[in-house]
DNA sequence: TTATAAACAGACCGGTTGTCCTGTTTTGTC
DNA sequence: GACAAAACAGGACAACCGGTCTGTTTATAA
């Protein structure tokens, strides 16, 4: 840890005031952050309390431990994430795998222009949680599956109304999820945003509509600038 | 760390004979298993020592850090791990969308009767280190772009024989590689083998050849028996 | 043998970790 | 205002971490 945050500048005895809700989202912001850049093992409480501006009393006063505060995080700021970016976007969209392409296109889209590629938060912890304890291995297999469920029946949903009959909703939803995770995956490692788009082209021409849309001119640009910290 | 171990019954000083290549070796079995069951940060030094039965200052001459160690797996041990599950039967297969559903489904069955998900190595240590050093990122990128890369020559082998034309190289040992990572990732989360094989089932959908062999019995057997530890 | 370096043993240390604990301030209720 | 409970502050602490250090044993070569 060694980031430039902001540091109040050590005034004498302050009014303070009570703002439980908002300093537990304050902590939550931080940790959800710190986790997903740093991983769960590798953010230290201090770190958060420095990163958050949070005495050590107020934190434990909301997450009586460590493990407690991280399934908060999963409960509640990467389900979240899933269906805020995932979830929402696919059943708003006029077909699965509709849904699904927009989905990838607009997360290649943001990597590339943000420049640099954190990884999936739910596959983050994930990997680090899931064997390290059964509460957490719960918690994320809750969203792998709601995440799954949500596409499944976006199929569903297309195959009443006539299109798409013959894909199968669970296994498509599964390799739709599997994809993306593999996806981000390499391209966290790689630091290279434009797997997402060579693994949706593969899935595209999977598709049973004959619509294949123009395969944009192949760009390979390197991503890989200013990481966060470090 | 409780897991019982062979543990000699303290004897008195003892006749040693200097092995060094075993003992690096006994330190990377251990370090292996170790950093894939728990993870590179929840693994200390002093776990490893103990699991391996060595002495500080032996590993110390072997490994000077913990992070050399860590290269150590990862160059020798994790490169192996892919080379032979999935590079080699790759390559000696018919074709690589042979290749690719026999790794697949070997994987499947091998994780079926051992009733437990550890995961891909190389992902596992992905999520947790490709993001915290320069030199675990490059290490564990040049692993995954050599995977791709295997399955892609493959490809091409196979259209200079006439086969698969319609096929990008480059995209489908992606979208593989992809599919697989993320199967294993939620298969992991799941503690259920049977997601590979939905995976799987959607990627052959995919595939130009009109053999759509049998689409065995959907079994979707739980498998979550004895954790390695804990 | 004897010199020399590699291989190993095990104690040690400074720093960090997560948690707990005591005390103070704020807030809501009567 | 009185009182209790919640909200917060910050120090203390034992356990643990990774790394270093000194010393001993084994192998190698002359």
Redesign the pocket.
């Known amino acids: 840890?060694s980031a430039e945050m902001t540091v109040r500048p050590k005034p004498g005895?302050?009014?303070?005031?009570?703002?439980?809700?908002?300093?537990?989202n304050k902590v939550l912001d931080v940790a959800e952050d710190a986790f997903q850049a740093r991983g769960?093992?590798?953010?230290?409480?201090?770190?958060?309390?420095a990163a958050a501006?949070?005495?050590?009393?107020?934190?434990?006063?909301?997450?009586?431990?460590?493990?407690?505060?991280a399934l908060a995080v999963i409960d509640e700021r990467v389900a979240a994430a899933v269906e805020e970016t995932w979830i929402a976007p696919v059943l708003a969209a006029a077909s699965a795998r509709e849904g699904v392409r927009a989905v990838f296109e607009a997360v290649a889209a943001e990597l590339e222009q943000q420049g640099f590629v954190r990884g999936c938060p739910l596959n983050n912890l994930a990997h680090e949680l899931s064997l390290a304890d059964p509460d957490f291995r719960i918690a994320l297999a809750g969203i792998f599956a709601g995440w799954r469920q949500a596409i499944a029946d976006k199929v569903r949903a297309d195959q009443q109304a006539g299109r798409d009959e013959g894909t199968d909703p669970e296994r498509f939803a599964a390799l739709a999820v599997a994809a993306y995770s593999g996806a981000m995956s390499m391209a966290k490692t790689a630091q290279d945003a434009s797997l997402l788009r060579d693994c949706l082209a593969g899935l595209e021409r999977s598709a049973p509509s004959p619509s294949q849309g123009g395969l944009a001119a192949r760009r390979r640009r390197r991503v890989l600038l200013r990481p966060k910290t470090l």
């Not at 005895?13 to 908002?22: C, L, S, V």
């Not at 769960?40 to 309390?49: C, N, T, V």
């Not at 934190?59 to 009586?64: I, M, S």
């Open positions: 840890m005895p302050r009014k303070r005031i009570n703002d439980p809700e908002g300093m537990r769960y093992h590798a953010s230290s409480i201090g770190d958060l309390m501006d949070v005495s050590g009393g107020a934190l434990h006063h909301h997450f009586p431990t460590k493990k407690a505060l």
